[in-house]
Nanobody
């Protein structure tokens, strides 16, 4: 079983910055994609940024130029640096990993428990 633990959320003023971290642990033989999604109250969960292994990162249009996703493959960690935060960035942010637990098994999606980000003055 793969576990994801997120950290770094909190309350920040508009224009401020936060850095989210997510550590993947457990039985992992290969990670294919690491990324971040968010869900605001009353809205569907949406992609924020993803980092495919060996591929190009993808960002939601709403965060391009403000957010940066990065990975530490040696530690199975993914980060989201969020700058110039806006009130509309307020949401619960979820870490997502597409991984394989053992060779011969199917790839699976795993989700973290979520971390609250609130942008307010």
């Amino acid at each position: 079983q793969v576990q994801l633990v997120e950290s770094g959320g909190g309350l920040v003023q508009p224009g401020g910055s936060l850095r989210l971290s997510c550590a993947a642990s457990g039985r992992i033989v290969s990670i294919y994609v690491m990324g971040w999604y968010r869900q605001a109250p009353g809205k569907q969960r949406e992609l924020v940024a993803i980092s495919p292994s060996g591929g190009s990162t993808v960002y939601a249009d709403s965060v391009k130029g403000r957010f940066t996703i990065s990975r530490d493959n040696a530690k199975n960690m993914v980060y989201l640096q969020m700058n110039s935060l806006k009130p509309e960035d307020t949401a619960v942010y979820y870490c997502n990993v597409l991984a394989r637990e053992e060779w011969g098994s199917s790839r699976r999606d795993y989700w973290g428990q979520g971390t609250q980000v609130t942008v307010s003055s």
